[in-house]
């Protein structure tokens, strides 16, 4: 059973930066894809980034392109994601979720069956 956890949230002031971390395991084969998403309240979950092991493909959302970076450490079966430039509007928790059923990126949350318990960002001043 794939299991996620994120960690590195906070409070971070305008301009600042984060890194997300997300720890995966339990997956049964090696081709799948982890996306990292955001929800802020009353908004529906955004997909910000994704990195395939199908294809090493990596993708990013408009609304984050230039500011974020997704990378991953497999040894460690870890996905990163540098967060930098940091606005108000990025508040909001964030997540990281697989896709295993072809490991193909998408930035659609319906097609990520296994998600964390989610990791809140803050940014104010």
């Known amino acids: 059973q794939v299991q996620l956890v994120e960690s590195g949230g906070g409070l971070v002031p305008p301009g600042g930066s984060l890194r997300l971390s997300c720890a995966a395991s339990g997956f049964k084969y090696p081709l799948y894809a982890i996306g990292w998403f955001r929800q802020a309240p009353g908004n529906e979950r955004e997909g910000l980034s994704c990195?395939?092991?199908?294809?090493?493909?990596?993708h990013y959302a408009d609304s984050v392109k230039g500011r974020f970076t997704i990378s991953r450490d497999n040894a460690k079966n870890m996905v990163y994601l540098q967060m930098n430039s940091l606005k108000p509007e990025d508040t909001a928790v964030y997540y990281c979720?697989?896709?295993?059923?072809?490991?193909?990126?998408?930035?659609?949350?319906?097609?990520?069956?296994?998600w964390g318990q989610g990791t809140q960002v803050t940014v104010s001043s």
């Open positions: 979720a697989a896709r295993t059923l072809n490991g193909y990126c998408t930035f659609g949350y319906r097609d990520f069956g296994s």
């Open positions: 990195i395939s092991n199908t294809d090493g493909s990596i």
